[in-house]
């Protein structure tokens, strides 16, 4: 699957939103105004400026809601939940080249919020996936103590864990143990 540099550096933003939510990890990982500008600064988000609690909770709100794409059964709610989301970020295409970047387009109107920037961006970005009929790519991972949502962008779709060095290889290790175990018997 060709993803465009902009479009994998949005999924990227959609996957790190989303694990900062209590379900994903012991703690919220955006409590605070101070943690929405380190997670801002973290992913170049541009044109933040002064933030306060209603943005802190309205980035929230964007973060459920890009949960809930993440959940959807099927491509037709997954475009429904895209579709409401990023309408209401008033979306304002324009095509740009900025830090180093070659040109790519943005969605979000020059003075947008930083809710309505991820919103748009971000929403976009899930809504190529979509439209490529890649829904499926949207996971969480399988591990049983895990939740942490994922992209799959392996070719055959087969990626089930949010990180083969650590779920993935501790599932591993543990069923090797497990099997070990069993022949000692």
Known sequence: MLIPHDTRIALDTVVDLVNTAPESEPADGLPDVDALYDFAERHLISGVGE????D????????????EIFAAPDA????DLVNRLVAAAGTTPQLTNHDGYDWHVHYFAPDASVSDHLAADCGMALAFIVVAGEQERLRRCEAPDC???FVDLSRNRSRRYCSSRTCGNRLHVAAYRARRREAAR
């Open 56 to 67: 802190l909770r309205a980035v929230q709100d964007v973060r459920s809601r890009f949960a």
């Open 51 to 54: 933030l306060g609690e209603k």
């Open 76 to 79: 037709r709610t997954a475009a």
């Open 147 to 149: 939740r942490r949502a």
